[in-house]
């Protein structure tokens, strides 16, 4: 079944943080599907070959350190 034809059902979000994690939970979930499916556009390929690079990791660890 695609991402699209999921049908369930969880406790809305009770903030805004909450909220946003859910969203990139399901776009982070249908692009992994349509890079199976290989129907991905190029912007989505792209995307994820960039979070693969070692400066994406590095300039990621930053922000963690510095969000701690």
């Known amino acids: 079944t695609s991402a699209s034809n999921k049908t369930t059902k969880s406790k809305p979000p009770l903030t805004p943080e909450a909220r ?3 969203l990139i939970c399901l776009a982070t979930d249908l692009a992994e599907q349509q890079l199976r499916d290989g129907t991905a556009s190029s ?11 070692a400066k994406e990791k590095l300039e990621q ?3 963690r350190e510095n969000r701690s």
């Open 20 to 22: 946003e994690n859910q």
């Open 43 to 53: 912007q989505v390929i792209t995307h994820y070959l960039k979070l693969g690079t």
């Open 61 to 63: 660890d930053i922000l």
